[in-house]
């Protein structure tokens, strides 16, 4: 067994030895220049201090900016992330009063004895009460794609939901009370509108789910929680 002070192997002595005279020739040339500054004439000790103190300016210098624009990338940051979820909050909420109408008039068109067979129905236009998406569009660009593609596609359902009544067999027509514009449809097409109002609801559905993973974490709902956790990074 080797003793205190000794290694262990060959190879261990070389490499103990190696650190040694590194560590000696390190401290003989710090000596060396420590006593060349000190014998140095006053124009060079001078002139080595000055650019000793302008190197150690200018690393404190660049240290500040680096720090500096690692505070406004965090401020950026978390500025387009306020910016992101206030979007999104905007148009989930114009979104869920879109759905809840749909599913609201998909009720109503459902009771057996809701009209007569000789009996007309009115179905609001649902484009009408788009309102904040036209103002958010320059913003949608802070959602992610797949986002993105949800909300066109659940806005495009619903300014599109009117043309699709007039295929069924309505007319346009306008409430004299409230100027609130609707669409006239014989009662025989009330299944078909229930089918196209449920239709729309889902599409709208899938643009809300993708709308709630932008929301902070404490804030999603465990659906939407278990469908941020599957959406790729």
Do not use: C
Request: hydrophobic share 45%; proline share 4%.
């Amino acid at each position: 067994m080797p003793t205190h002070g000794y290694a262990a192997t060959r190879e261990a002595a070389m490499a103990a030895f190696a650190r040694s005279w590194r560590r000696e020739q390190e401290n003989a040339h710090f000596s060396t220049f420590w006593e060349w500054l000190q014998t140095a004439p006053q124009g060079q000790a001078t002139f080595v201090g000055a650019l000793t103190g302008s190197f150690l300016g200018l690393v404190a210098l660049l240290l500040g900016a680096l720090f500096n624009a690692h505070l406004n990338r965090k401020r950026d940051d978390r500025l387009r992330r306020e910016d992101q979820q206030a979007v999104a909050s905007a148009l989930r909420a114009e979104l869920e009063g879109l759905q809840r109408t749909l599913k609201h008039q998909a009720e109503i068109v459902s009771q057996e004895d809701y009209a007569k067979p000789d009996e007309e129905v009115n179905v609001p236009d649902l484009g009408q009460s788009i309102r904040i998406m036209p103002e958010a569009l320059s913003k949608l660009v802070l959602l992610d794609g797949k986002t993105i593609g949800a909300v066109v596609e659940a806005y495009a359902m619903a300014e599109e939901y009117s043309a699709k009544l007039l295929l069924l067999g309505g007319r346009p027509s306008v409430a004299p009370e409230n100027f609130r514009r609707h669409v006239v449809l014989p009662s025989k097409r009330v299944t078909q509108v229930a089918q196209l109002n449920n239709v729309t609801a889902a599409v709208i559905q899938e643009a809300l789910d993708q709308l709630g993973s932008t929301r902070p974490w404490r804030e999603m709902t465990w659906r939407e929680r278990w469908r941020w956790l599957r959406t790729p990074a």
